[in-house]
Nanobody, 112 residues
Framework: QVQLVESGGGLVQAGGSLRLSCAAS?????MGWYRQAPGKQREPVAV???????NYADSVKGRITISRDNTKNTVYLQMNSLKPEDTAVYYC?????????WGQGTQVTVSS
């Protein structure tokens, strides 16, 4: 199993920044972030491999950066130029031995 502990999130005005962190209990190849807005399905935001290869949703490209510290099994999501439409619960996700593991979720609210 993999335990994930998220931190960060909160309330910020439009144009502001937030940083999310997610620490995993073991090393995993792919780490990522998803989000779920009220009334919408959960959607991918960004993923990163242990080698540093990244992929982003089109809606966040240029504003959000995913990174990781492999020595700490931790993935980060630096969110800049936040928009009200970024408001959602953000979930850390890893895949290990074909299973998906999710963090507890952290609320990000962007006020206009």
């Amino acid at each position: 199993q993999v335990q994930l502990v998220e931190s960060g999130g909160g309330l910020v005005q439009a144009g502001g920044s937030l940083r999310l962190s997610c620490a995993a209990s073991r090393s995993v190849f792919v780490m990522g972030w998803y989000r779920q807005a009220p009334g919408k399905q959960r959607e991918p935001v960004a993923v990163i491999t242990s080698g540093g290869n990244t992929n982003y949703a089109d809606s966040v490209k240029g504003r959000i950066t995913i990174s990781r510290d492999n020595t700490k099994n931790t993935v980060y999501l630096q969110m800049n130029s936040l928009k009200p439409e970024d408001t959602a619960v953000y979930y850390c996700n890893v895949k290990w031995l074909t299973l998906n593991y999710w963090g507890q979720g952290t609320q990000v609210t962007v006020s206009s």
